[in-house]
């Protein structure tokens, strides 16, 4: 009888993560008409998103995301933070963020946050991070 020899590495390879281009909304946009007072405002949900890609490892994932400012550009250095991370534990994360726009033309306020995030597979970790937001708000 003859003998049978299959090589098998095991698993699906080593845990690996991605951002997803296609869906990235890096940017979201509150630009209006200018008027007599600083105006306020809240990112709607799903104007700034990313979605993680994960692969190998287990194939049984978790995710954790966070979100920090790293920038801002107006008149106090306060317009600008976070409202809500959302969900956190699954691939997408769609955070909301509290800002103003100027009240003069030709002014602009703007901010930037970076998210990252740490997908597990109850084995081991990786983290995708320099995910970046930004927020911008001018008046024209």
Request: one cysteine or more; glycine letters at 12%.
């Amino acid at each position: 009888m003859g003998v049978i020899v299959i090589n098998f590495f095991g698993g699906l390879g080593p845990l690996a993560g991605q951002l997803d281009i296609v869906s990235y909304q890096e940017t979201a946009d509150h630009s209006d008409i200018a008027s007599g007072s600083i105006v306020t405002f809240t990112t709607i949900s799903g104007a700034l998103r990313a979605d993680v890609v994960p692969s190998g490892g287990t194939g049984s994932y978790t995710f954790s995301w966070t979100l920090t400012k790293i920038s801002e550009n107006s008149d106090t250095g306060s317009r600008f933070s976070i409202n809500t991370l959302g969900t956190t534990n699954t691939s997408t994360f769609q955070p909301t963020i509290d800002g103003a726009r100027p009240a003069n033309a030709g002014q602009a306020f703007d901010s930037e946050f970076e998210a990252e995030c740490v997908i597990g597979d109850g084995v081991s970790n990786v983290t995708v991070s320099n995910i970046t937001f930004r927020v911008i708000a001018l008046a024209f």
